[in-house]
């Protein structure tokens, strides 16, 4: 069972997140960069099924030179290399271009019987990326999974949507992507961390892995960012004193809010 995990480095929730003056692009360099959770737990999913039917883990990460950080993550929980798809070229790609590249370098990869991705980043959360590698590919889509089973060839997912939960499997090669509900992510022990330094990445540029440069960065996306502003700054509360009134006075500033 080879496995293909897909990582992504993102800022950290708890960081200032700002877009960049000039081309209103995730300013990466202002934040502090963590492995997204999700992925965290694609890479428990990942190693899940390696440890109960054998085979391996390769953490896939499409991003810059810093997101290697991302990738030794990875590798520490266990997953047994990585492949970075590293070049200028790829700055500013939409989801779009993101799952043509990213199925790209799939395809100079052996015998992928799986690719376990999160439902959505943190930074874009455009949950598009899994299902568009999966259509890319010509394999079936099991998306929004909360648990994960393996028979022999045939994957079998719970999927939790807002309308319920349904029960769908699929003959590998296949792509799974899951909900936070999946598992609870290991922590990387010393062992791991330490282990981790050894094991191999590869990195590629798009020549490396095939990709024409027209169809991935700023040029070559979909969909653009033509402005952004700072959020307005909030405004202070306004307080009431009860004096008999209180109700009254309650109800009248929620009518000019035009909320009841």
Not at 41 to 54: I, N, P, S, T, W
Not at 82 to 101: F, I, N, Q, R
Not at 115 to 141: C, F, H, K, Y
């Amino acid at each position: 069972m080879n496995i293909v995990v897909l990582v992504k480095q993102v800022p950290d929730t708890w960081s200032e997140r700002k877009l960049s003056d000039s081309d209103h692009t995730l300013d990466r360099a202002s934040a502090d960069a963590v492995l997204d959770e999700i992925n965290e737990r694609a890479v428990e999913e990942a190693l899940l099924a390696k440890e109960a039917h054998g085979g391996e883990v390769t953490a896939l990460c499409m991003g810059p030179e810093r997101a290697t950080e991302a990738i030794r993550k990875a590798l520490s929980m266990g997953a047994d290399k990585a492949v970075h798809l590293s070049d200028e070229a790829l700055h500013g790609t939409d989801a779009v271009g993101t799952a043509k590249a990213l199925a790209k370098v799939v395809g100079t990869l052996e015998s992928v019987d799986m690719i376990i991705a999160g439902n959505e980043s943190t930074d874009g959360r455009s949950g598009a990326v899994p299902a568009m590698l999966a259509e890319l590919l010509g394999w079936p889509q099991l998306t929004y999974a909360r648990s994960l089973s393996l028979d022999g060839s045939t994957v079998t997912i719970e999927r939790e949507t807002d309308a319920g939960v349904t029960s769908v499997r699929a003959e590998l090669p296949a792509v799974v992507s899951v909900t936070e509900k999946i598992n609870e992510p290991r922590y990387p022990s010393f062992k791991g961390i330490m282990a981790a330094k050894k094991k191999p990445v590869s990195t590629l540029t798009l020549a490396d892995a095939g990709i024409d440069a027209g169809e991935v960065g700023l040029s070559g996306a979909l969909t653009q960012m033509v402005s952004s502003a700072p959020a307005p700054p909030k405004e202070a509360g306004q307080q009431v004193t009860d004096e008999g009134d209180g109700g009254t006075r309650i109800v009248e500033f929620l009518s000019g809010k035009n909320l009841v």
